[in-house]
C-alpha cells in the first residue's frame, strides 16, 4: 500500500505540472490578445486625431490663403484696366502675405504660386518661373502651378526662337555682303526643329498643359504637340468661357 501511495503521488504531481504547463500559453495567448486589441484601439483613436488635426491645419491654411487669393484677384483686375500703380501697391500687399505663409507653412505649395503668378502680371518673368518651381517642389502636380509654368515656357521657347531667328537673319546678311550679287536665304519655318533647346522647353510647356481640365490649357498642349491651327478652335472656346 504504501508503495502504491508513492506511486499516486507521483502522478498527481506530474498532472499538476502538466496542467500548469498548458495554462501558461492560454495566459500569454489571451494577454497578447487583449494588447492587441489595445492598441488596435489606440492606432484608430490616434488616426481619427491625426485626420482632425490635418483637417483643422487645413481649414486653418485655406483662410490664411485667402488674403492672397482676394489681393492677387484685384492686382489682376487693375492690370486688365491699365492701373499698374495700383496693381504693384496690391502686388507689394501679396508679397509680404505670401512671405509670410511660406515662413509659417513651408511645406504647402499654393503662396508660392500666388507670388509667381502675381510676378508674372509685372513682367518679372525670371522670379516668377522660380516661385512656380518652388510650388511644384512642393507638390509635383499642383494644376495651377503646372499651368503658370507652362505659360512661362512657352515664353522662353518664344524668346529662344526669336534668338534663332535673329542669329539666321544676320548670318544671311554676313553671307549676302560677302558674296556680291548673292541674295539672303528665306529663314526655314522649321528652324527650331534641330534646336535641341527649342525642342526641350517645348516638350516640357507640354507635358505642364497635360491633364488639365482648362480649355486653355488644352488649347497650348494641341498647339506644341500639333498645329497651331489646329489649336484656334479650342483658343476661341476658352474666349468664350473666360473673356478675360
Not at 509667381?116 to 522660380?130: C, E, P, S, T, W
Not at 537673319?169 to 533647346?197: C, I, N
Amino acid at each position: 500500500h504504501l508503495s502504491g501511495s508513492h506511486i499516486s503521488a507521483r502522478r498527481t504531481l506530474a498532472i499538476r505540472r502538466f496542467s500548469r504547463r498548458r495554462k501558461t500559453p492560454i495566459i500569454v495567448a489571451a494577454a497578447a490578445a487583449i494588447l492587441m486589441i489595445g492598441l488596435g484601439a489606440l492606432w484608430v483613436v490616434t488616426r481619427k486625431t491625426q485626420a482632425e488635426v490635418v483637417d483643422t491645419q487645413s481649414g486653418r491654411i485655406r483662410q490664411l490663403l485667402e488674403p492672397s487669393e482676394i489681393c492677387l484677384k484685384a492686382a489682376l483686375e487693375l492690370r486688365r484696366s491699365g492701373d499698374i500703380p495700383g496693381m504693384n501697391k496690391h502686388a507689394a500687399v501679396l508679397e509680404s502675405v505670401c512671405r509670410d505663409m511660406i515662413a509659417r507653412f513651408p511645406k504647402i505649395a499654393e503662396p508660392h504660386c500666388h507670388w509667381g503668378r502675381m510676378l508674372r502680371a509685372q513682367m518679372k518673368y525670371d522670379m516668377a518661373f522660380q516661385q512656380q518651381e518652388r510650388a511644384l517642389a512642393k507638390n509635383a502636380g499642383f494644376a495651377e502651378a503646372r499651368y503658370e509654368r507652362g505659360l512661362l515656357l512657352i515664353r522662353q521657347y518664344d524668346h529662344h526662337l526669336n534668338k534663332l531667328r535673329m542669329r539666321w537673319d544676320r548670318s544671311q546678311a554676313d553671307f549676302a555682303q560677302g558674296v556680291r550679287g548673292r541674295v539672303p536665304v528665306k529663314q526655314p519655318s522649321d528652324l527650331a526643329l534641330e534646336d535641341a533647346t527649342a525642342a526641350d522647353l517645348k516638350k516640357r510647356a507640354a507635358a505642364d498643359f497635360e491633364g488639365s481640365d482648362l480649355t486653355i490649357a488644352r488649347a497650348f498642349r494641341v498647339m506644341l504637340t500639333s498645329k497651331t491651327s489646329d489649336a484656334v478652335p479650342l483658343f476661341e472656346q476658352a474666349h468664350r468661357e473666360t473673356p478675360d
